[in-house]
């Protein structure tokens, strides 16, 4: 682990003191630094890792960037891995605090994401949203994710409004995939969707909404696919 950070810590200053000579290298070193994230099992030295690519997205060409970005979400998708999951959140929330204009430029990309995975759910708060959205008034404890939709926007209702398109896909993504946790995760964030923007939805994503959430109940029965009853009738 020392070794490990030590050679993060060297990076990270040769970023900040010489950052045109590391431009040159930094898709390199960003690509070994995310393949290393993906096998390294110690949380502290992954989360040295995230912070590392932080600083490098500073000096790193859009390409980098964008490979970056769609590799953490293909992750985040294809991977039922919590660890990995953590690290994709402490990655973005350090290229968040370190590059605010990266975020910005690339909005449409993080914005939808960090939606999407901030209803990620475990066994705890899967139950308490759930809870939440038959009625009770019990809330999930803050995450990652929460912390990084702070980060990165300022104002939850308006990020949904102008992010609304790239969000439904992803949603759709989630409707539509093998795994029950995130179709029931898709399904939550529809419900955020309804709660925030309420009557002011369009009808143009009215009708994707409801068109999804069709597809999604003519599926065969499993968990959580009362929550998605229970979301049409909100959506009507």
Not at 22 to 43: D, Y
Not at 96 to 117: E, H, R
């Amino acid at each position: 682990m020392s070794t490990k950070a030590g050679v993060c810590h060297i990076i990270s200053s040769l970023v900040d003191q010489q950052p045109l000579i590391m431009a040159q290298f930094a898709g390199k070193i960003m690509g070994a630094l995310v393949n290393s994230m993906s096998s390294e099992h110690n949380k502290a030295t992954n989360k040295v890792y995230c912070s590392t690519i932080g600083s490098i997205v500073k000096v790193a060409k859009e390409s980098s960037i964008e490979n970056l970005l769609s590799k953490l979400q293909q992750w985040y998708l294809e991977k039922e891995d919590a660890g990995l999951r953590l690290s994709c959140g402490l990655t973005l929330m350090a290229v968040a605090q370190n590059n605010s204009d990266v975020i910005a430029k690339y909005s449409k990309t993080c914005i939808p994401f960090v939606f999407f995975a901030m209803h990620q759910q475990n066994e705890a708060t899967q139950q308490q949203k759930a809870a939440k959205l038959a009625g009770s008034q019990q809330s999930a404890s803050q995450t990652i994710w929460d912390d990084v939709w702070e980060e990165i926007t300022s104002g939850t209702e308006y990020a949904i409004r102008a992010n609304l398109a790239e969000i439904l896909s992803l949603v759709k993504t989630g409707l539509e995939h093998s795994s029950w946790n995130l179709r029931i995760q898709a399904a939550l964030a529809i419900s955020t969707i309804c709660t925030k923007l309420q009557s002011n939805i369009e009808v143009e994503y009215l009708n994707a909404l409801i068109q999804m959430l069709n597809a999604a109940l003519n599926s065969r029965t499993w968990t959580g696919k009362v929550i998605k009853l229970k979301l049409k009738a909100q959506v009507y």
